[in-house]
């Protein structure tokens, strides 16, 4: 047996050390911040939206919005910047009853905030302040972003840092406006764990950011329940969507797929989550996206 020295002693009780201030460290990153305390407050009845291109029939916004209605949905999410006319939307929504609580940022994809290109850059941001000012008028209440685009010429740590000093450029404009920007989870080659997510948002440091959880995305991967208690109240809205591994695929109904929504639910719960659930599958007539309802209602209504 090895003699123990003091040498050794105090090289063993600098690495007990050591261990000892980095866990609590990562716990932290995983852990709701302060800002991000759990509601336990009694839950509201969920309510169910779709993303405006799936509603298939109709021609006019207050056609759409009816069938949405009569599917029985409460809400349609919209795109920004689009074509579609403000007044149109306010007045639909008037008509109908349908809500508006979100609304996807557009281009974000074509004009990542992670761009190399300053100018491309710049660009991005004037959309997504489009975005947030349209949401404002809207009604609605956040605006889904993905942040990056990790590509061969963009390096994953430029992503980081590129897209947080556009975002916190916009975060006055969001509070002004009321108005959360939500960080989608995609596959952009970034943000590829819970902890990391949380981390980012974290970062910004400001009471408008938060996560758009996409449990859909995360199944090629992993497993999506597990990142629920990890990002906590940070998850502000979901979207629902399902996913076949072995097709690699996406075109599958909802419930007849490996995203385990009972399973999500449970985590979504025990977060006290009762925020929106957006679909956002393909689009479809009116006997799809009543059928896509009654599928959703199996595992909002557990």
Avoid at 252 to 274: C, F, K, Q
Wanted: net charge negative; charged share 25%.
């Amino acid at each position: 047996m090895e003699q123990l020295t003091r040498r050794s002693l105090l090289t063993a009780a600098a690495a007990a050390a050591a261990i000892g201030t980095a866990a609590p460290r990562a716990l932290a990153i995983a852990a709701p911040s302060a800002r991000q305390e759990v509601d336990r407050s009694p839950r509201r009845k969920p309510r169910k939206a779709l993303k405006w291109y799936m509603i298939a029939d109709g021609t006019t916004v207050a056609d759409k919005f009816a069938i949405a209605r009569d599917c029985g949905f409460d809400g349609v999410e919209l795109d920004s910047p689009s074509e579609l006319d403000l007044e149109a939307v306010l007045a639909a929504k008037q008509q109908t009853g349908i809500e508006t609580p979100g609304v996807v940022d557009s281009v974000h994809w074509q004009k990542p905030l992670s761009a190399a290109d300053a100018a491309e850059r710049a660009e991005g941001v004037a959309a997504l302040e489009r975005a947030l000012r349209d949401a404002r008028a809207y009604g609605a209440t956040s605006v889904l972003l993905v942040p990056a685009v990790v590509q061969k010429d963009v390096m994953y740590g430029d992503a980081w840092t590129r897209s947080q000093a556009e975002i916190r450029k916009v975060l006055p404009l969001a509070a002004e406006l009321a108005i959360d920007l939500l960080i989608e989870n995609v596959w952009n080659g970034f943000l590829l764990g819970p902890t990391e997510l949380a981390r980012y948002v974290d970062e910004l440091e400001h009471p408008n950011t938060g996560v758009h959880f996409d449990a859909g995305n995360l199944v090629r991967f992993g497993f999506p329940h597990h990142w629920v208690p990890i990002l906590g109240a940070r998850i502000k809205k979901v979207d629902v969507k399902d996913f076949v591994r072995s097709k690699n695929s996406f075109d599958v109904l909802l419930n007849d797929g490996d995203t385990d929504w009972p399973l999500v639910m449970r985590e979504l719960r025990a977060i006290h989550y009762d925020g929106w659930f957006t679909a956002e599958m393909k689009a479809g007539n009116r006997a799809y996206l009543t059928d896509l309802g009654k599928r959703m209602d199996g595992f909002l209504a557990g």
